[in-house]
């Protein structure tokens, strides 16, 4: 089958599900990451044949995105910056909104890069891999207490060659760290329950819950302990970053503030939403 006669059958099948603009840019990703060549082959190639295989592969593609899956989980691949990572139902899928946390501790760190870095949930690895090629210098612990998780961070990780030493731990019940870090950086758990209904179905229905709930009741609990163990294994100027519920910026600078940290900084996304704090033990 001709790939722009199979583009003409695809827009048409999911027409009442999403508008023209989304099929379009799914259909683009399904090129680039199923058939490894640039959309403009539509326009370059007219008579680009689909070979059985890849007909198979992009009618599997459309069969699920019917049924709402994130279309990186059909791939298997989330784009990341300049990175292609692999991913599954075990790992987020990374957010625009934490390479804007990548690009402000790149900022921070641009004058004394940080030797220890600690990542804590690391999923797919995004944060740990992209600091890795920011401080290829830097020692780098990534932990994350779902084991799945840390296969296919690991795998990611190989791909682009970084050393990151891996540990499965449930943070919440750590008394200590292993030793001291100039840089903790960490994008826990953050959606409260009752926020559920805004969410999409592609995100409620296929992303797992371990990385994005929290309780009602206990919405900030990863911020504590993180922020608790940090006030005692940051080093000397050691920095502490997190990306954050956009509607609890305010909640989260008190409790960091109430911890001991005498330098906050809470700042906005690109969408001019509370997403990311920096803090430091000392002014
Ligand atoms: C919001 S996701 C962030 C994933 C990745 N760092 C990113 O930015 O895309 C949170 C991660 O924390 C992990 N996690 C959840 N509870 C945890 C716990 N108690 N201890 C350590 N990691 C945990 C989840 O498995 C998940 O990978």
Request: aromatic content about 10%; hydrophobic content about 45%.
């Given at each position: 089958m001709l790939l722009k006669d199979f583009k003409t059958y695809f827009e048409k099948e999911l027409s009442d599900l999403f508008n023209l603009e989304e099929v379009r840019h799914f259909f683009y990703?399904?090129?680039?990451?199923?058939?490894?060549?640039?959309?403009?082959?539509?326009?370059?190639k007219r008579d680009y044949t689909l070979s059985a295989h890849h007909l198979t592969a992009f009618k599997n593609a459309l069969?699920?995105?019917?049924?709402?899956?994130?279309?990186?989980?059909?791939?298997?691949?989330?784009?990341?910056?300049?990175?292609?990572?692999k991913v599954n139902e075990s790992v987020l899928i990374p957010r625009p909104e934490t390479l804007e946390l990548i690009a402000y501790i790149k900022d921070s760190f641009k004058n004394s890069p940080p030797k220890t870095i600690l990542d804590i949930g690391t999923g797919s690895g995004c944060i740990s891999i992209a600091l890795s090629q920011a401080f290829p210098h830097a020692s780098i612990t990534a932990m994350d207490v779902s084991e799945k998780a840390l296969v296919v961070a690991r795998e990611n990780a190989q791909k682009y060659k970084s050393t990151i030493k891996w540990t499965l731990k449930n943070i919440l019940s750590e008394k200590s760290l292993d030793q001291k870090y100039d840089l903790i950086v960490s994008n826990p758990p953050y959606v409260r329950a009752l926020e559920k209904i805004e969410m999409s179905k592609n995100v409620l229905e296929y992303e797992p819950e371990l990385a994005l709930f929290v309780t009602d009741k206990e919405p900030l609990i990863f911020y504590k302990k993180i922020s608790e163990l940090a006030f005692d294994f940051l080093?000397?100027?050691?920095?502490?970053?997190?990306?954050?519920?956009?509607?609890?910026?305010?909640?989260?600078?008190?409790?960091?503030e109430k911890i001991g940290f005498k330098k906050i900084v809470l700042k906005q996304d690109m969408y001019l939403k509370n997403r990311l704090i920096m803090a430091k033990v000392t002014a």
């Open positions: 990703i399904l090129i680039e990451d199923l058939l490894n060549e640039n959309r403009f082959v539509l326009a370059v069969k699920d995105l019917k049924k709402k899956a994130p279309i990186q989980y059909i791939t298997g691949v989330a784009h990341f910056g300049d990175l292609t990572l080093s000397e100027d050691g920095l502490l970053f997190f990306e954050i519920n956009e509607y609890l910026g305010n909640e989260t600078t008190t409790l960091i």
